[in-house]
C-alpha cells in the first residue's frame, strides 16, 4: 500500500513512516506524478466525508485514470519539456446509496487504454457479483481512498458541491 507523507511529494511504501521527513529503514520512496484531486483540494466543509453506507447496497464500477508511466528527456520537446511519456492506470470505485465513493488503483500503468479498461471492468464486475451474492465487501475495503460524491446525490449537496465550490475558487488565481 502506498502513504502519502504529508508535506513532501512522495509517497511511502510502509505504513510505519510517522514523519514527512524520514522514512524507516529500507524503504524507498517513489515519485507519484500524479497526485489524486481531493489530496489537492481546499474544502470549506474542511474535507469532512458522510459515513460509508453500506445497509442499501453498492454499486462497482471501473475506470481509467491518464498518468504519468516514466519521463525520457531525450523525447522533450516544446510541448512536452520533461519528455513525460503517457499510460492508463485502471481503477474501481464504489458507491453507496447516498452517493459516497470510494476508489482503488488496480493495475500499474499501460500504454494500452483497452487493457486497463477491461482489467478494471473485470475486477467490478467480480465485486459487484460477491457484493450482490454473498453481501461481503472488497478484502481490505478499509484502505481504499475517499473520492469525490457523485454529482446529484445527498453526499454531494452535503459535502461535494462546497468542495467543488472551494476549488473553483482557487483555480481564479491561477
Do not use: H
Not at 510517522?18 to 506524478?33: F, Q, R, W
Not at 492508463?88 to 488496480?106: E, H, L, S
Not at 500499474?108 to 473485470?122: G, H, K, L, Q, V
Request: proline letters at 3%.
Amino acid at each position: 500500500m502506498l502513504k502519502w507523507v504529508r508535506g513532501r511529494e512522495k509517497w511511502c511504501t510502509r505504513q510505519c513512516c510517522k514523519n514527512a521527513t524520514t522514512c524507516c529503514k529500507n524503504t524507498t520512496k517513489i515519485e507519484l506524478d500524479t497526485i489524486p484531486l481531493y489530496d489537492m483540494m481546499i474544502t470549506q466543509t474542511g474535507g469532512k466525508q458522510m459515513e460509508f453506507n453500506t445497509s442499501g447496497g453498492l454499486i462497482f464500477d471501473g475506470g481509467t485514470d491518464l498518468v504519468v508511466m516514466y519521463c525520457n528527456p531525450e523525447m522533450a520537446d516544446f510541448n512536452n519539456p520533461r519528455g513525460e511519456v503517457y499510460g492508463y492506470r485502471a481503477f474501481v470505485t464504489a458507491t453507496d446509496i447516498d452517493g459516497n465513493r470510494k476508489f482503488i488503483y488496480t493495475s500499474a500503468a499501460t500504454r494500452d487504454e483497452s487493457f486497463a479498461i477491461n482489467d478494471a471492468a473485470y475486477i467490478a464486475k467480480c465485486l459487484q457479483a460477491r457484493w450482490d451474492n454473498l453481501n461481503k465487501l472488497p478484502i481490505r475495503f478499509w484502505e481504499w481512498q475517499d473520492t469525490r460524491p457523485e454529482y446529484g446525490s445527498e453526499a454531494y449537496i452535503a459535502y461535494g458541491a462546497a468542495d467543488d465550490l472551494a476549488w473553483e475558487r482557487a483555480q481564479e488565481y491561477y
